[in-house]
């Protein structure tokens, strides 16, 4: 899809790298008609004034105002799209009876392919406003229905990889909702692939398919089996929840001895392109495993609250190299913001590392290492999550596709306060990060297109 190029003039924030703030003050940025930054210039440059000339002439210049930052678009790496509508009640149960008592009914609800379009209508609407530029999506066993997701998505301008659930072993899923069978599981997922290749044929697609077992519990051997011989075929994302629980890792342990990452591996469901929910009870060989293949941990600090009953190892990870991001994990979390996600994943982090137990001596109450610093979840929001799942975007770099939030500090109802003999741009930043809500949220683009504002 062609836009027209446009010239924008602003400060700028993003982190390029994991442990690196860098600020891009009153620079230039051309993105062209495919969406693309095309170029970033710094002031003084002898290019500038003649392409902010060129684009004022053109009617194509975008000026920020003074309060008003550049960020980029925020990707979430974990979402529940069919679970929207329960999204803030129905945690009172662990993660095994919560699935049963209310998730599973919700979701067989989405045969109704009309109410699949309202709900999920409603759930992008939501999401863009709240800066989610990219998203992956879990939907349902429905291909009618996730196919109306990657529908909505692609309408409304989301960058999307958008899963048809498999979930076919009848010990584990009610008979009003699952997959008849192996057989059907893995057949409804390729016709659900190629389907949405169809519906976006564009050599950079802005929705994509994700192969989506629900977790291994739900699956049956033969489903997994077939679901990695697709994953091979295809060479799609693939998405899954890993060691999300204690009962989740016990339960795969007893079916095969080994944990959730080492049995998705053998299955092949575990790629470059694959992202783990969760993961909070892998080790260290886990690790490994996950990082040699190239994995992706979606790491959602806020529903870990409530159904995991342990905190990700996330310094571990990091130090490790692996490629993690952030997910809300709507309806598991509450909230679908991903600011909110970056200080759950802070306030997470340092309770991990400093510890709860106020009887223990304060060397013995934490685990080792430093807490995250609001750099890196922010950058876990963007950069992190857009490197897991191998896209060109969650940072500003020429070639990057150009998904961008425009923050301002100065909205109505804003909780930003800035002082501008006080702040400097890095605490502007940190300010944006901890305190930035929707009602900051001015504009958003997704490859070149405003979608919000």
């Given at each position: ?6 010239t924008?003039?602003g ?13 891009l ?58 679970q ?9 149960v ?8 209310y ?77 008849a ?16 290749k169809?519906l ?6 802005l ?28 060479g799609?994302?693939?998405?899954t ?34 992202i ?11 690790m ?6 190239g994995a ?40 679908p ?71 301002d ?7 930003i ?37």
């Amino acid at each position: 899809m062609t836009k027209e190029p446009f010239t924008l003039i602003g400060t700028a924030f993003h982190t390029p790298e994991r442990c690196r703030l860098e600020v891009l003050q009153d620079h230039l940025f051309s993105v062209d008609a495919q969406g693309r930054i095309a170029e970033i210039l710094a002031p003084g440059r002898p290019e500038y004034e003649a392409r902010a000339n060129a684009a004022r002439q053109a009617g194509t210049l975008v000026l920020l105002a003074d309060g008003q930052f550049l960020l980029p678009g925020l990707v979430d790496l974990h979402i529940h799209a069919p679970q929207w509508p329960q999204m803030g009640k129905a945690l009172d149960v662990p993660l095994e009876v919560w699935l049963q008592k209310y998730t599973f009914p919700l979701e067989a609800r989405y045969a109704d392919v009309d109410y699949a379009r309202e709900v999920y209508a409603d759930l992008v609407d939501n999401l863009l406003a709240n800066g989610t530029t990219t998203a992956l999506y879990f939907a349902t066993v429905h291909v009618d229905a996730s196919l109306a997701l990657a529908e909505t998505c692609l309408a409304k301008g989301q960058r999307a990889l958008v899963g048809k659930v498999a979930m076919d072993d009848p010990e584990q899923c009610p008979p009003f909702y699952r997959d008849a069978d192996a057989t059907s599981a893995v057949a409804d997922t390729r016709r659900f692939i190629e389907a949405v290749k169809v519906l976006d044929p564009q050599e950079r697609p802005l929705v994509q398919p994700a192969i989506t077992p629900r977790f291994i519990p739900s699956c049956t051997d033969a489903a997994l089996q077939g679901l990695g011989e697709l994953a091979t075929e295809f060479g799609c994302h693939v998405q899954t929840h890993c060691s999300e629980s204690d009962w989740a890792k016990q339960f795969v342990e007893a079916r095969f001895g080994q944990t959730d990452a080492a049995s998705l591996g053998g299955f092949g469901l575990l790629t470059r392109h694959t992202i783990l929910a969760h993961s909070n009870f892998i080790n260290e060989p886990d690790m490994d495993l996950i990082k040699e293949k190239g994995a992706g941990v979606a790491h959602c600090p806020l529903s870990n609250v409530y159904f995991a009953n342990a905190a990700f190892p996330l310094r571990a990870a990091l130090d490790r190299q692996m490629h993690v991001g952030l997910g809300t994990d709507i309806s598991g979390g509450y909230s679908p913001s991903l600011f909110d996600g970056c200080r759950h994943a802070l306030s997470t982090s340092r309770t991990l590392q400093s510890g709860v137990h106020a009887g223990l001596p304060p060397e013995q109450r934490g685990a080792p290492g430093e807490p995250i610093t609001h750099q890196e979840a922010f950058w876990l929001a963007t950069a992190g999550g857009a490197e897991a799942l191998d896209l060109p975007t969650g940072s500003f770099r020429v070639g990057h596709e150009f998904d961008a939030l425009l923050i301002d500090t100065k909205a109505k109802a804003s909780n930003i306060h800035i002082n501008a003999a006080d702040d400097t741009l890095e605490d502007v930043f940190q300010k944006i990060v901890l305190n930035a809500a929707r009602a900051n949220i001015a504009m958003v683009w997704v490859r070149g297109r405003m979608v919000v504002g």
